[in-house]
């Protein structure tokens, strides 16, 4: 039974390898910054700021104070963020209604909710993740161990808050998922393997 | 590879059967409740004693004044438990030592963790507990919904009192687990199939 997957990730775990995989194994579609393309075309906005829009802290979070000046978290701003998440939702569905697939990020899990797709959420050790961020740096990155660390952080506190600003859940808590994924000592491909018998029909 | 398959479980979730079944289907030995009767061989002590031991809240965590009496709590009482806790210690790495095997719940994640154990956590939401403890409560057991829940609340607490005290770690924290799994909306028999996948050696 192929079907909706969404999958949630720690940055540095693996989650988007481990989604790739999953959709080639299961012979579905495969959606991570494609949707921010997508939401780019819509809304006519650069990709970089539909990135920064979907992938950074919400501006409703900031207090009104912080920032530039109080025009860059003004309205105009708000407006635009509100129509980033609009087309988000409506391409999100779009895709989901399309074909079965699987979809990485973008609070997909909480979007797809009345489809009940099968809810991943991958994770690892601090320690592993910085490893697996040293090993895939391309050539020329030349981030120290603790400007890596500090990365980590920062951009799972603002996967965190955006979760919990657009679904009013908690980013990574089990209740929120089917399976919770630690690749800390993992095989990715082992792991997709499992993860891929478990949807199938004939167990 | 087989090897050593933890599985600690919320009350009511499956995680006995789950456990259970990816035994036979990894063809490697099941440990539940023999372990308890082991305890009890060893330290002269009854079965009922053991499990109430090994599954309540620890006595440490009881203020000195709560329970019978101050006797009932004291010295003697604390050093039975600590010899429990000692057989407990060794029987299970006794049993893992043996031959690969699954064991389920007794902090064994812990207690093995230089065995480097696959590390399963099983939960689900209340409610599908609740219709799993109605769906397999014997004849005759005829709790109501509402005691059912308090059951699984009482049970789960101990569980996690349990675990802390034992282990200084988080019951059910994604962090102390290689695979969390959540049986609300799961067929048993897929995950099975699916995490012997995982744990197989030529995906």
């Keep these: 039974m192929a079907r909706i997957i969404t999958v949630g990730r720690q940055f540095g775990s693996g989650g988007?390898?481990?989604?790739?995989?999953?959709?080639?194994?299961?012979?579905i579609q495969y959606y991570d910054r494609e949707i921010?393309?997508?939401?780019?075309?819509?809304?006519?906005?650069?990709?970089e700021y539909?990135?920064?829009?979907?992938?950074?802290?919400?501006?409703?979070?900031?207090?009104?104070?912080?920032?530039?000046?109080?025009?860059?978290?003004?309205?105009?701003?708000?407006?635009?963020?509100?129509?980033?998440?609009?087309?988000q939702d409506r391409i999100i569905k779009e895709l989901a209604d399309k074909s079965d697939c699987v979809i990485v990020g973008r609070c997909a899990d909480y979007i797809l909710r009345?489809?009940?797709?099968?809810?991943?959420f991958v994770y690892a050790s601090l320690d592993s993740r910085i490893k697996r961020c040293i090993?895939?740096?391309?050539?020329?990155?030349?981030?120290?161990?603790?400007?890596?660390?500090?990365?980590?952080?920062?951009?799972?506190?603002?996967?965190?808050k955006y979760y919990e600003f657009?679904?009013?859940?908690?980013?990574?808590?089990?209740?929120?998922?089917d399976l919770c994924v630690n690749t800390t000592n993992a095989n990715i491909k082992e792991l997709v393997a499992g993860v891929a018998r478990m949807l199938s029909e004939n167990a």
């Design 16 to 27: 988007r390898e481990l989604g790739r995989r999953l959709a080639e194994a299961l012979g």
């Design 36 to 47: 921010i393309s997508e939401i780019a075309k819509k809304t006519k906005l650069s990709e």
């Design 50 to 87: 539909v990135h920064n829009i979907v992938e950074r802290k919400p501006m409703g979070l900031y207090p009104i104070t912080v920032g530039k000046s109080f025009a860059y978290v003004g309205e105009y701003s708000l407006i635009q963020q509100q129509s980033v998440y609009k087309a």
């Design 114 to 120: 009345d489809h009940a797709p099968f809810r991943i």
């Design 135 to 160: 090993s895939r740096a391309s050539n020329g990155e030349n981030l120290t161990e603790k400007e890596i660390k500090r990365q980590i952080r920062e951009i799972d506190k603002n996967r965190s």
């Design 166 to 177: 657009y679904t009013g859940g908690k980013w990574g808590g089990k209740e929120n998922y």
